[in-house]
């Protein structure tokens, strides 16, 4: 398996612009995570999905926030409108179970300018 | 909310030396991880212990966990430049829950 992926791997955009960052989890894995982080704040869940059904989405910061898993291969998380304060790095990871151990993807570089 | 502190936030030691960390949480586990990030990457999983569980083994790395102490230690033993990295526990919350702590940051002198 190839592991994670996530697309883009870099994503510099204008303020107020939307954003979306896609996911493909291991096949198999029935628990989807999207996680920001950053120097400040450090790791933060933001949404998870358990059969690409959002079980908690307490993390999301706000409503310009917004995550779908369509089917079990790809989830996008959105950020409409963009703001300089979301520049952060997103994870997605994906696990067979909730608390076990969690396969991160290489993450994506948000910068909102 | 239920979240390990790891302890220090920064520790620099020379090329085979021992590495410890340590990570102190709040509430009762089901199990605590740790894992490592090296710069620009995702974290990676490196080792889970159960609650019921006081010490794991995983080539050079030895985690121990005292539940009545609330903390648990990674010790990497023999450190190589390529252990420079951020690492970082994980517990389980209430909810089954995995909430990450802040790491500490490695740095393995030549």
């Known amino acids: 398996d190839a592991g994670v992926i996530q697309s883009p791997r870099h994503e510099v955009t204008e303020m107020g612009q939307e954003v979306t960052l896609r996911c493909k989890p291991i096949?198999?894995?029935?628990?989807l995570f999207w996680y920001r982080q950053t120097m400040m704040r450090g790791l933060e869940l933001l949404i998870y999905f358990n059969n690409n059904v959002p079980i908690d989405d307490s993390g999301m910061p706000e409503d310009r926030f917004s995550a779908k898993m369509p089917n079990a291969s790809f989830s996008t998380l959105k950020i409409q409108p963009s703001e300089p304060r979301d520049s952060a790095v997103y994870f997605c990871?994906?696990?067979?179970?909730?608390?076990?151990?969690?396969?991160f993807g290489p993450g994506t570089r948000l910068t909102v300018t | 909310s239920q979240q390990g502190e790891e302890d220090p936030q920064a520790l620099s030691i020379q090329e085979g030396e021992n590495a410890t960390m340590n990570c102190s949480y709040k509430?009762?586990?089901?199990?605590l991880q740790w894992y490592r990030q090296n710069s620009g990457r995702g974290l990676v999983h490196l080792i889970l212990i159960r609650s019921n569980e006081r010490e794991k083994h995983s080539g050079r790395l030895r985690v121990t966990l005292d539940t009545s102490k609330k903390s648990s230690s990674l010790l990497i033993t023999a450190s190589r430049a390529a252990d420079t990295a951020s690492y970082f526990c994980a517990t389980d919350a209430r909810d089954d829950k995995i909430i990450f702590g802040k790491g500490t940051r490695l740095h393995i002198l030549p």
């Open positions: 990871a994906s696990s067979p179970y909730l608390s076990y151990e969690q396969y």
């Open positions: 509430t009762s586990i089901n199990n």
């Open positions: 096949s198999g894995h029935d628990y």
